[in-house]
């Protein structure tokens, strides 16, 4: 596979809602900022979740890790970095890096596995035809394992 690195940055806004009765972003919203970060990433790539549902195909999170190493506070604002990572296996791989803009610290680092599903819901254990021509239209992919199709 090739180095190709595709990655955005998401501007955040910290809103009152999103801290917690300390006064700093309440854990869980952490999660909802990666969400914008990988939401934003697909839009910019033309990857989101709706090119996945109309070919029929839905995307689950199996797993998420977020890492938090400093708080947010109500009216900061961050940004979310989303890389995508390449691999072989039949799922969608994101790492994740949150930066204060006011003073660049490293506030959270996090990252995401999602599988393909048919919409009965049945694990899809190859890459969809359209994502394998994604990841060649971006450099991913050298050559198509033709039994990674479905």
Not at 65 to 85: H, M, N, Q, S, W
Request: aromatic residues 14%.
């Amino acid at each position: 596979m090739k180095n190709t690195v595709l990655m955005t940055k998401t501007q955040i806004q910290v809103r009152f809602s999103d801290v917690d009765s300390m006064g700093v972003v309440w854990h869980g919203q952490y999660i909802k900022y990666l969400e914008d970060g990988r939401e934003d990433f697909g839009n910019k790539f033309n990857i989101n979740y709706l090119d996945f549902h109309k070919r029929g195909i839905l995307i689950p999170i199996v797993k998420i890790v977020c890492d938090y190493k400093r708080p947010l506070v109500y009216g900061d604002t961050a940004t979310v970095e989303t890389r995508f990572i390449n691999c072989e296996a039949a799922k969608i791989q994101y790492e994740y890096a949150i930066y204060n803009n006011k003073n660049h610290d490293l506030i959270a680092t996090g990252s995401s596995t999602q599988v393909f599903l048919n919409l009965n819901h049945e694990l899809m254990l190859g890459f969809p035809r359209f994502f394998i021509e994604w990841k060649e239209k971006h450099g991913l992919l050298e050559e198509v394992n033709k039994f990674n199709l479905s």
